[in-house]
Each structure stands twice: as structure tokens, then as C-alpha cells.
């Protein structure tokens, strides 16, 4: 089974809002990873951390590995409409895990 | 290729017919993996492949399914007398190995659909 809880499951925003979403695990690894869906697509890799504590930004996007290795947080600044799709936390290296994902909705 | 590759894109088929859904992995790629994705639902870990080799393949659901790779390359993920709750997004990814393993690069998916 999942071994990431991600937070929250659904997110309906205005346009222009911050938004913020985490995942925490029961068990430390070293590489935290953030992925983006859009409807019909495959995920795509926003932002990939690789040490605790390490804030990264790209562009809007601003993610930090916790310092206890269990937990992540990805932040967006001034949601767009294009930011809709689902956000995904991964975790591992060879098999690499899955949370479920938080659906980002905007309203215009 | 430029990207990785999946077909079908979309499958429909009878309870209980076997299909193969391909992937071809990014030229140069070692990892391959394979991942679920059921309505709704989040990315649910199958196998994957480092080479030609399968070292974990806790994630597939039953022995109906199976899958292989050849020349470190094509992947195949066969599902046999497939159930109603096969219906999903069957989705490939491929990724360097080494210090890139986990930064995976994925295909569009295999819709499947059990009717």
C-alpha cells in the first residue's frame, strides 16, 4: 500500500491565490519529488530534493525537504490557471512511491 | 525516442481476454517502470526494470499479470483473463540509472478498459 499521506486530497482556489500542499511518510528517505498531471498526460517532474532542509525553488513553485526526512511541502505562488492538474510527492530511488495526489481546481 | 512512448493509448476489451500494453522507454534510459493509475486514484507502484531484470515485482496485483523487457529497451506489461477492476491508466516511465534513477520521465498511458 501507499506509505506517503498527502495533503489535502481536493483544492478549489481563486485564481491569483497562494496555494500550499504537503506529504509526510513513516519512514525517512533521501530524495523528496514533486510531479505535476495534467488531464490526459502523463506526470511531469516540477521539482526534485535531494538533502533535508534543501528549499528549491522553480519559478512560482517553492518545495523544502522537512529536516526529518519524513515530510515535504510544495508551495505556488499566485495560482494561474494553468497550475489546474493534480500534484503528485514521490519518494525512493529505484521504486520510487507515490502519494495520492492533491487536485488543484481554480475558479477564474 | 524524444519521449517515452505507450500503445495503445486507448484499449477496450472483454472480461476476460488477455491484452499487452507496450512501452518504449527514452534511447539511453535503464530504469523502466511501470505504475496504475485507476479513476481518481493516485500512481500505484507495479515493477520496474533496471535492464532487463525485474528486482521488485511486489506491486503486481496477481499472477495475471506479468511483464518483460528485451534488449534493455520495449517493455510489455500482459494482463491475463483481465477482471472489470483491471480498468485503469496503465502508465510507463523510463529514467537514467545511477544518481537520475528516481527522476522519472513519463508516457502519456494506456487507457484500459474492461467491459
Known amino acids: 500500500g501507499q506509505q506517503l499521506n498527502q495533503s489535502p486530497q481536493s483544492m478549489f482556489i481563486q485564481e491569483g491565490e497562494d496555494v500550499s500542499m504537503n506529504c509526510t511518510s513513516s519512514?525517512?528517505?533521501?530524495?523528496w519529488l514533486w510531479y505535476k498531471q495534467d488531464p490526459g498526460e502523463g506526470p511531469v517532474l516540477l521539482i526534485a530534493?535531494?538533502?533535508?532542509?534543501e528549499l528549491t525553488s522553480n519559478g512560482r513553485l517553492t518545495a523544502q525537504f522537512g529536516i526529518t526526512r519524513k515530510d515535504s511541502f510544495l508551495n505556488i505562488s499566485a495560482s494561474i490557471p494553468s497550475d489546474v492538474g493534480i500534484y503528485f510527492c514521490?519518494?525512493?530511488?529505484?521504486?520510487?512511491?507515490f502519494g495520492q495526489g492533491t487536485r488543484l481546481t481554480i475558479n477564474p | 525516442g524524444a519521449g517515452v512512448s505507450q500503445s495503445p493509448s486507448n484499449k477496450v476489451t472483454e472480461k476476460g481476454k488477455d491484452v499487452e500494453l507496450r512501452c518504449d522507454p527514452i534511447?539511453?534510459?535503464?530504469?523502466l517502470y511501470w505504475y496504475r493509475q485507476s479513476l481518481g486514484q493516485g500512481l500505484e507502484f507495479l515493477i520496474y526494470?533496471?535492464?532487463?531484470?525485474?528486482?521488485?515485482k511486489s506491486g503486481l496485483p496477481s499472477d495475471r499479470f506479468s511483464a518483460e523487457r528485451t534488449g534493455g529497451s520495449v517493455s510489455t506489461l500482459t494482463i491475463q483473463r483481465t477482471q472489470q477492476e483491471d480498468s485503469a491508466v496503465y502508465l510507463c516511465?523510463?529514467?537514467?540509472?545511477?544518481?537520475?534513477?528516481?527522476?522519472?520521465?513519463f508516457g502519456a498511458g494506456s487507457r484500459l478498459t474492461v467491459l
Open positions: 516511465a523510463s529514467s537514467l540509472g545511477g544518481f537520475g534513477a528516481n527522476v522519472l520521465t
Open positions: 519512514s525517512i528517505f533521501n530524495t
Open positions: 530534493l535531494y538533502k533535508a532542509g
Open positions: 514521490g519518494k525512493g530511488a529505484q521504486k520510487l512511491v
Open positions: 534511447s539511453g534510459h535503464t530504469a
Open positions: 526494470f533496471q535492464g532487463n531484470s525485474a528486482p521488485d
